[in-house]
Nanobody, 114 residues
């Protein structure tokens, strides 16, 4: 079993920055890829960015150039640095771990005001 705990969400003005963290614990050797997803009210959950154990990254077109995903293997933590935030980035952000099984964190709210 893997546990994922997100932190770092909050309220920020448009143009501001936030950094989300996702700390993993448990049977983490089974995880092959970590990702950040988000879900806005009335919308489906969507991929924001993900990163493999080898460091390969993938981003949604809407966040390219503004968000950066990274990982610290020693701390078993994945980060999402979010810059130039827009009101459209407002959502609950979830961390996901993928391996033979899939794991989700509880989510952290990000609200971007005008």
């Amino acid at each position: 079993q893997v546990q994922l705990v997100e932190s770092g969400g909050g309220l920020v003005q448009a143009g501001g920055s936030l950094r989300l963290s996702c700390a993993a614990s448990g049977v983490i050797f089974s995880i092959r890829k970590m990702g950040w997803y988000r879900q806005a009210p009335g919308k489906q959950r969507e991929l924001v960015a993900d990163i493999t154990n080898g460091g390969s990254t993938n981003y949604a077109d809407s966040v390219k150039g503004r968000f950066t995903i990274s990982r610290d293997g020693a701390k078993n933590t994945v980060y999402l640095q979010m810059n130039s935030l827009k009101p459209d980035d407002t959502a609950v952000y979830y961390c996901r771990g993928r391996g033979p099984n899939h794991y989700w964190g509880q989510g952290t709210q990000v609200t971007v005001s005008e």
